[in-house]
């Protein structure tokens, strides 16, 4: 059994062939789905996937960086805080910082970023990290926020050696999805480096489509091209990639016992 530790399967684009979609990933066996939250706009959805799967389906709650907006910025963590009290969720996530899009932001997007930290930790909960152009400024505010209680996912990884080892010394997993299938990629020159025991598979689905998929929008069941990939990157079976992929990322969600 594999898990896609990253997927977004209450997005819009798979609204014709939701269903389907999943079914292919079931028997591809990828047979458990964590959902990271973007806002609260998106709760709901997320509730309507976890009922019809109630066993596959676990979910994040979190304000993605991308949604933090000076005008809605209070109701939104009000919504995190209220729905992280149900104690409901596995993850607090997706959360970040992003400066690819918007670097007017940047301040409160930090804020944000410690504060949901903060929860996590309340909860004892890990933490799912989005980066994109903010390697910096991510790794400032998780140093300021270090503690032995500080644990998570650098989701879709995509840095350096250096990064990827700061990420580890930081009780961070690396979340590895169709990147490490693309040509300009980079992280397969290193990342055999890394012992498994520090990685989850992703997908980021409808996003980051792996090779021979890139372009195309993703799903979950792609998540076997990443696991072949690394596969050929450690030179070990298939089967090595997903008994230890999988019992990371159980251990870090703590899936076993989770609510049904």
Known sequence: MFIDTHTHLYSESFKEDRNEMIKRAIDASVKTFVLPAIDSTYTSSMWELKKQYPESMHLMMGLHPTHVDPESIKAEMNHVKEELASKNYCAVGE???DLYWDRSTEDLQKEVFAEQIQLAKQYDLPIVIHC???F???FEVL???KSDALRGIFHC?????????KAIDLNLLLGIG???TFKNGKIDQFLNEIDLSNIV???DAPYLAPTPYRGKRNESSYLIEVANKLAELYEVPLKQIEEQTTKNAKKLFGLDSSPK
């Open 95 to 97: 959360i970040g910082i």
């Open 143 to 145: 140093e300021a926020e």
């Open 132 to 134: 994109r152009d903010a």
């Open 157 to 165: 990884f995509t840095g350096n050696r250096e990064h990827a080892q």
């Open 201 to 203: 598979l992703e997908t």
């Open 136 to 138: 910096d400024e991510v």
């Open 178 to 180: 169709g990147v490490v």
